[in-house]
């Protein structure tokens, strides 16, 4: 286990780092996943557009 303290004033503080870069690990994939997800989104949107934009009436 790797820990860190930090020492503010009177204030200590203990913090796992391991722990703490799973968390980070999480969050980043979490960030990825919602990123791809969100351009898959607006690739099918814009297609969904582009079958009547431009050409006036749909045939």
Not at 2 to 28: F, H, Q
Not at 41 to 50: A, F, I, N
């Amino acid at each position: 286990m790797t820990r860190k303290l930090i020492i503010e004033g009177n204030a200590v503080y203990e913090i796992d780092e391991d722990c703490m870069l799973k968390k980070r690990v999480a969050v980043d994939e979490h960030v990825r996943n919602k990123r791809e997800e969100d351009s898959g989104h607006e690739y099918r949107k814009k297609c969904d557009q582009g079958s009547t934009q431009g050409h006036g009436r749909p045939r």
